[in-house]
């Protein structure tokens, strides 16, 4: 599967790493610049519930100050949004009930059964909820992983270059 494409500024921040050409990068990021979407108008959706607009209003903020998210994002960070709200409602439940829950009922010819010790039917659902936010997160930059590297490659272009890399620059 390929990986998904990077905006050239993003590629310049992180070193450049398919080693394109540093002029054509250039020109692609101030094209992009150019195409560079509003974002003055971002407000959480009125289809989320509380915990989900609380948490938008949260993370829009953040991303808003270093200008990552834009009007166009709404739908993908609501989705997230969407995600930890459920996360956090079936969190609620298993914490109420235990991982663990003891249910008693019928087999299909009608003789009890007690099932002690069996795993919560929930827990799939959260790691589900729990996958989808980690995948919302990593594309807005809301891990710490994600803002590791991106913190390890400006620290990277802020080094003093190598006589090599003076004298042959991006070659």
């Not at 610049?33 to 407000?43: E, G």
Request: aromatic letters at 6%; a positive charge; glycine letters at 4%.
């Amino acid at each position: 599967m390929p990986r998904p494409a990077k905006s050239a500024t993003l590629q310049l921040i992180q070193g450049n790493p398919n080693k394109k050409n540093t002029e054509e990068l250039a020109a692609r990021a101030e094209h992009e610049k150019k195409m560079k979407m509003r974002s003055d108008n971002i407000k959480p959706p009125t289809w989320l519930d509380k915990v989900g607009k609380k948490e938008f209003k949260r993370v829009a903020a953040l991303l808003t100050e270093v200008e990552i998210i834009t009007e166009a994002d709404i739908s993908m960070l609501a989705a997230y949004c969407n995600a930890y709200s459920q996360y956090v409602s079936i969190s609620k439940i298993i914490e109420e009930d235990g991982i663990m829950v003891h249910t008693e009922g019928e087999d299909k010819d009608g003789n009890p059964i007690k099932l002690v010790g069996e795993e919560h039917p929930l827990l799939k659902r959260q790691k589900n909820y729990f996958d989808q936010m980690k995948s919302a997160a990593n594309d807005f930059g809301l891990t710490p992983s994600a803002r590791a590297k991106l913190a390890i490659t400006r620290t990277q272009e802020e080094r003093e270059k190598t006589a090599a890399e003076k004298e042959f620059k991006n070659v």
